[in-house]
């Protein structure tokens, strides 16, 4: 059956430090993967997305890599700080024009000061 | 701000009851999905309305039904509500044209059946 992982429910890193999301996925051909930032009470908000034939996306302290053959998409915050503190969520589309996105259960993420 | 919004924002409802969720759309926005958030889980795509025209649905039975409109707003409809219907319920607007890159995703409305 398919399947998206995220590597933990929660995941605590010292300010200043990288922090680095996985998001593992079965039984699944995505032609894109995205990644979400959601905050307590909020919708999900835009990040990141990465096409299944790109290798790495940047933007600003954010980097996500993908993996085809892996099925695994790795999620970097660089220079973390508090206000990165969120659930990020990682959302997988098999169709482009059909925007219909599974996605994994989240990463509770608390940059600790 | 994603310039989409829901109403209500909290809702109190019984078992057997039926309820009504509204979103409003960015303008020029196209695409609708309804998606289903419980507590500790990602979201579940319910379904998605292009052009008023229900456009992909999820695994979600009969009773879970929508109605888009020609001014950007979207409703979602759940008959007979269950206590596992509790839950945020939340939508996202998009513009679908060939490839698609974002959604943008209201504030939910989270709900709770009694």
């Known amino acids: 059956s398919q399947k998206i992982e995220q590597n933990s429910e929660a995941l605590n890193i010292q300010e200043g430090k990288t922090a680095t999301l996985t998001c593992n996925y079965t039984n699944y051909s995505p032609a894109y993967l995205q990644w979400y930032r959601q905050d307590p009470g909020r919708g999900p908000v835009f990040l990141l997305l990465i096409r299944e034939n790109e290798k790495e996306k940047r933007k600003e302290r954010l980097k996500v890599t993908f993996d085809t053959t892996l099925k695994q998409s790795l999620f970097h915050i660089t220079a973390s700080q508090p206000a990165d503190s969120a659930t990020y969520l990682c959302a997988l589309g098999t169709n482009f024009g059909n925007e219909k996105l599974t996605f994994g259960t989240g990463t509770r993420l608390t940059i600790i000061p | 701000e994603t310039g989409v919004t829901q109403s209500p924002t909290h809702l109190i409802k019984t078992r057997g009851q039926q309820v009504t969720l509204r979103c409003s759309s960015q303008s020029g926005h196209n695409t609708v999905s309804w998606y289903q958030q419980a507590l500790g889980q990602g979201p579940q795509f319910i379904f998605q309305?292009?052009?008023?025209?229900?456009?992909g649905r999820g695994n979600f039975p009969p009773r879970f039904s929508g109605l888009q409109f020609p001014n950007y707003s979207s409703e979602l409809n759940v008959n007979a509500l269950e206590l596992d219907d509790s839950a945020l319920y939340l939508c996202?607007?998009?513009?679908?044209?060939?490839?698609?890159?974002?959604?943008?995703f209201g504030p939910g409305t989270r709900l709770l059946v009694l």
């Open positions: 309305y292009y052009r008023e025209e229900e456009n």
């Open positions: 996202a607007s998009s513009h679908m044209a060939g490839e698609q890159e974002t959604q943008y």
